[in-house]
């Protein structure tokens, strides 16, 4: 009889654990800008203008756009953040994310907004695509993780001997080894520092027509979180019309 009521109480847990509604997710939020870089700049103060440096004017420009204070005419609208394919965020080490982003400029909002619940230890991939508009060249960065936030300029990667959280890759480099199975593991993991939860690849594209892209790599704590990142962008060189800072370039009809 006591053999009976044991395998009755082990059946009854069994069958509580399938019923189990699953554990829910943490979720995480990624708020991005995409700004004017000389916008970007006039809210920076002296001492600023350094890799990893934080400060008010950061601190100032971060809240402009929490608020929406941030002037409407110096966002770029054609150019709005989207998570990334299946296949592109597996190759990035990450997972899949379906989400509607919620894009910014109605009323006061200012960033791209996306908010998901995601698996702690896991991964996520966003992207913000090449489009054939100017300013093209994503030349500045800040981006804040589990820290402050902290300004960046976009410097090219090397060969792993060290890591940083923003780095300037070649975007035809992205595209012919994204199909290699260490792509991730040997390519780009050893060139991106995640110790603040997020870091940012700035696809170059050098001489095209179209933008360059970004890639934004997102870690999942086991807390709730909200990471941000303001994309400066300006107009290459030769899409100048008047004397640029090298050499004058006139413009033949």
């Known amino acids: 009889m006591i053999q009976s009521h044991r395998v009755i109480a082990l059946a009854a847990l069994a069958l509580a654990a399938l019923g189990a509604a699953p554990a ?18 006039s809210f920076l103060k002296p001492g600023e203008i350094k890799d990893g440096a934080t400060g008010p004017g950061l601190e100032r420009l971060e809240a402009s756009l929490d608020t929406g204070d941030f002037p409407k005419a110096v966002l770029l609208y054609d150019r709005h953040l989207q998570a990334a394919p299946e296949s592109t965020a597996r190759a990035f080490g990450g997972v899949p994310v379906r989400v509607e982003v919620q894009a910014g400029g109605d009323g006061a909002q200012r960033w791209d907004e996306a908010r998901w619940e995601g698996t702690p230890g896991e991964q996520s991939v966003w992207v913000v695509p090449s489009q054939p508009r100017r300013p093209r060249d994503l030349y500045r960065v800040a981006i804040r993780g589990r820290g402050p936030v902290r300004y960046f300029l976009p410097y090219g990667a090397t060969n792993g001997s060290y890591k940083l959280p923003v780095v300037k890759v070649p975007l035809d480099y992205l595209f012919s080894h994204q199909e290699d199975p260490d792509f991730w593991t040997k390519r780009l993991a050893p060139l991106l520092d995640l110790t603040e939860g997020i870091a940012v690849i700035a696809a170059a594209r050098d001489g095209a027509l179209d933008a360059d892209e970004a890639y934004i790599i997102v870690t999942h704590g086991t807390e709730p979180a909200t990471y941000k990142a303001v994309l400066a962008w300006r107009d290459r060189y030769y899409d100048q019309e008047a004397p640029g800072t090298r050499r004058p370039r006139i413009k033949i009809r």
């Open 24 to 41: 829910a997710g943490v979720e995480y939020r990624l708020r991005v800008a995409n700004v004017r870089d000389e916008a970007f700049t």
